[in-house]
């Protein structure tokens, strides 16, 4: 079974320092990863995603993300935040030929001016 | 390319009310999902089809929630009876096959039972 592990409900950071937020994936076969965000009231957008190509991964809006085998993680990162990153992010994975994603619980992104 | 497309955005209606969620998703793709998000349990997948078939509807909480997907075009999720705990948003997302494309959602519906 396939699962994902993000380390952190709550994570705030200074406007202008680095983002880190952590996923660790549990999978029996090489995962496909993605990241996603959720502003206020609205749906889940993809950020990024790993499937199987470069284990560096760059998003949208600065985000990227890399794909460490060794560790099983594949956590996001920018390198300054803005005020606009606040928002609740989640990661998730996927098996090739299965369509289904597992999420996990999400964590919940605050910048500090 | 519109995206996914729910209706309505919002829904409140009363306990023992029958309501009805719609879902358009991308032309094209070939798996349907939906998901209810409330702040207790977070992300919870309730049934997906591939293909207009359902193929897991275990996350669907019990009889009163049922769902299809008559056409490529069209989804719905109903519950019948509705109540309180029911309250949610509910998400659809629509993805293409294998797994590494990843899923498209739409904007939800926010469902509120009094």
């Known amino acids: 079974a396939q699962s994902v592990t993000q380390l952190g409900s709550h994570v705030s950071v200074s406007e202008g320092a680095l983002v880190l937020l952590r996923c660790n994936y549990s999978?029996?076969?090489?995962?496909?990863l993605f990241w996603y965000v959720q502003y206020p009231n609205q749906g889940l957008q993809l950020l990024l995603k790993y499937t199987s190509a470069a284990t560096l991964v760059k998003g949208i809006n600065g985000f990227e993300a890399e794909f460490k085998k060794s560790e099983t993680s594949f956590h996001l990162t920018k390198p300054s935040a803005h005020m606009s990153d606040a928002a609740e992010y989640f990661c998730?994975?996927?098996?090739?030929?299965?369509?289904?994603?597992?999420f996990g619980t999400g964590t919940r992104l605050t910048i500090i001016p | 390319d519109a995206g996914v497309i729910q209706s309505p955005r919002h829904e409140v209606t009363e306990m023992g009310q029958e309501v009805t969620l719609r879902c358009k998703p991308i032309s094209g793709h070939n798996s349907l999902f939906w998901y209810r998000q409330t702040m207790m349990r977070g992300l919870e997948l309730l049934i997906y089809f591939n293909n207009n078939v359902p193929i897991d509807d275990s996350g669907m909480p019990e009889d009163r929630f049922s769902a299809k997907m008559p056409n490529a075009s069209f989804s719905t999720l109903k519950i019948q009876p509705s109540e309180p705990r029911d309250s949610a948003v509910y998400f659809c997302?629509?993805?293409?096959?294998?797994?590494?494309?990843?899923?498209?959602f739409g904007s939800g519906t926010r469902l509120t039972v009094v």
């Open positions: 997302a629509s993805s293409a096959a294998q797994g590494g494309f990843g899923y498209t």
């Open positions: 998730a994975v996927a098996n090739f030929g299965n369509e289904k994603l597992t």
């Open positions: 999978s029996s076969v090489p995962p496909y």
